[in-house]
């Protein structure tokens, strides 16, 4: 059966009839009703169904979308004949209905009232409202919240029986990085000191969430302070509503430690600060043949003041400066529960170690209590083989690809990290996929040698320890055969920096501080350089030199993957990320062409350097993409971005790699990848040359539910299109103009499936165009008989549903577009 548009229609219409024939009710036993709808309405502004949702006791089927009940419907479908393999398959994928619960409301009442309480609505009323018809029964929560109650007054009071003396009275750096200029401004008491920087504000509302977050910032700097014992119950609070209309005075209370002196009897007494001792390394240690600590046999152990470092099997394996470098433990200092999660963090991030675990052990040391910390790591594999086989898809031709790569985690006994990968892929372009010499091949190898750290001169060791860092050396060698086009090589190598802040992971920067290309052309097609305009041949399709520079920004406040963030949660139902980008290439060849009087090549007026052109440009990249959690099976995402790249000097036309094209799986998805713009350009025998651009612009956004299973559907909708910067024979109607730019925007929309196996997603998208921004003929036979552009087609491809083939991509990928 061939794919149809009429196919299509008749498929959908077919489940349609089969959704309708198949009542929701159909599994709902006589006298129980299905229950359709458990929702909750609440009428203050600053609280919404989704805070409250989770505390609904029963909650109705899943609705895909927010609209269809799939799972439902798929369980619907099956038989009541169990022995029949599709019935079961049926039931195992889909969800059986949920039966209404009358002992469920009340329980959800007493959640809801708890919850609207917790948050500062202390008269907040909830009536349930219950309909049962049709074997169908509704349960809508109504919340009357009331007036808020808010925080009038807010103190932290310190009893001298918490602390010791000499910590109450003693005076705490408000900044230690400060210069000790003023002490009367530097300096702050205890109680001061705890009360800075306090989430409780006059005029909020009195929110126990709000509270709880107050309880953790002081646990937090208690636990900075030495208290390594001290935890968020020694805190508690007490609210004042007497006499007051909606008001509440507030006080912060700490209690004494509780100590156990006998079986059944404690003791309350103040609070103790620990001090740290020594620190014990055992980067050597398995816990099944060691078994505790105290066995531990070591072959090698050194000494650096109070730091320990033990040895075991493997000999020095991993070189003493790199473990302290990563320890930010302090011997002689107070107990502090950032160097703890920085050192351990720190210590996860060396491949060549895995299962750090810290811990503390109190012993005698002139008559004084301290902590002994001890350090332990098992040591990972040194080397790996990897190989990979994945399909491919570009641009609708499908191929394969393989590869082989080698790793060594530990290359200078600094934790190194060498990768090796010889990879290559056969891509079909024609309907003979055996035929080698017609189809797309490309072989290539890539390394990389990664440091653990800054291999950079001068750098300050308090900005080290400072910064999470890694140095890459990294370089690549392809060949591609491009059959009716071209032959190229590309050689790649270069040094790049990556950094964040220990204290602040969702902020990463990466720093390409040279970047060398050479691109070889070997082979250029004749009918393909005849359809190329001479600065595109002598730019792209030429032997050119790319050497250049290029710093990347990264935000997000979601947990890095990778990045071990024990003090943080992710708690936040929305998350973004943002990526700005700017490269440039050329200044510095260009500078040593002038000073060494190159003269320029008289046809093209370029400067060559090692008898090759060179490209001189700059690029810059923007993109901003937020997902939203609706509900634990509904997410909405959007994404917005955009690019302009700019030759200048001794270019006039951007190498054709730094390029921009638009379509394909992860931009304008009802085109196939480099089938989009510039602008409104046509040409019926455009290549891919044709369609790149200097200027991007892309938005996206997209609709993402859970199904059953590992199957999730999206439906989205995309914009975007690519520009020129300077017009050009080849892409008339591709510049950037101001007063037209907004016409030539595409638009595509579309659904796809997405198959979540958590450690990778593989999606399936299929994109129809909404709007063809291209100038499309039409063509007539003038009396001379030949043909004549008779106008434009309608650039609203939807207004054509029939050219299925014409205005339908797909897409296979890995991840999510955005």
Known sequence: MKFRP???IFIISTLLILGYSCSSTKYVPDNEFLLDVATVKVDAKDISYFDLEPYVKQKANFKTFEVFKFPLFMYNLSGKDSTKWYNRALKK?????????????????????????????????????????????????DVKSGAPSNIESYTINISDTVFAAEVINKSFRLNRRRAQSSADSTRLSLNRYLSRGNLLKEGDRFDLELLDEERNRITSILKRNGYMAFNKEYIG????????????????????????????????????QYYVGKIDIFVDYDPIADGDISNYQATDTVTRGKYKIYYGTRGKYIKPFVILENCYIQPQALYN????????????????LKNVNIKYEEYLENDSTKLRCII????????????????????????????LGYTHRNTFKGSEVFNTKVLGSYEAVTPNFSSFKDNYFEIGGETSLTFPRFLFPFLDRDLRRRLRAS?????????????????????????????????NNTVRHTLDLIEISYAHIPHLDPRFENTLS????????????????????YKTNSIVPGIIASNRRNTNRSTYSLRASIETAGNGLALAAALANIKKDPETGSRKIFDTFFAQYVRGNLDYSKSIRIDEKNALAWRLGGGIAYAYGNNTQVPFEKRFFSGGANSVRGWAARELGPGAFYREDANFNDQSGDIRFDANIEY???????????????????WTVRSSDRQEKGEFKLNSFYKQIAYAWGMGIRLDLEFVIIRLDCGWKLYNPADIPNFRMDDSGYQVVDGYQSKWSVLKPLKFRENTAWHIAVGYPF
């Open 534 to 553: 001479p600065n595109a041949k002598l730019y792209s399709f030429t032997d050119q030199f790319i050497v250049g520079t290029g710093y990347t920004y």
């Open 704 to 722: 993402r539910s859970k199904v059953f299973w590992k199957l999730e559907l999206a439906t989205f909708l995309d914009a975007g299109n690519i």
């Open 471 to 503: 140095t890459q050396v990294v370089s690549s060698y392809t060949f591609q055969r491009r059959p009716n086009y071209f032959t190229r090589t590309v050689f790649t190598t270069g040094v790049k920096y990556i950094w964040e802040n220990r204290g």
């Open 93 to 141: 994928g889909g969800e059986p209905p949920v039966l209404y619960d009358s002992t469920q409301v009340a329980p959800t009442v007493v959640n809801l009232e708890r919850i609207m309480n917790n948050k500062g609505y202390l008269k907040a009323e909830v009536a349930p409202k219950i309909t049962q018809k049709d074997k169908k029964a509704k349960v809508i929560y």
């Open 237 to 272: 609070f007490v609210a004042d509503t007497i006499e007051k209309e909606n008001k509440v005075d507030l006080e912060l209370i700490i209690y004494p430690f509780t100590q156990r002196i006998g079986n059944n009897e404690t003791a309350e007494v103040a609070h103790r």
């Open 337 to 352: 529960e950032n160097q703890v999660s920085m050192t351990y963090n720190s210590l996860s991030q060396l491949h060549i």
């Open 6 to 8: 009429q196919n299509i």
């Open 376 to 403: 332990t790591a098992v040591p990972d594999k040194r080397q790996g083989i990897s190989a990979e086989i994945e399909g491919t898809n570009s641009a609708g031709f499908f191929g394969v690809g393989a590869s």
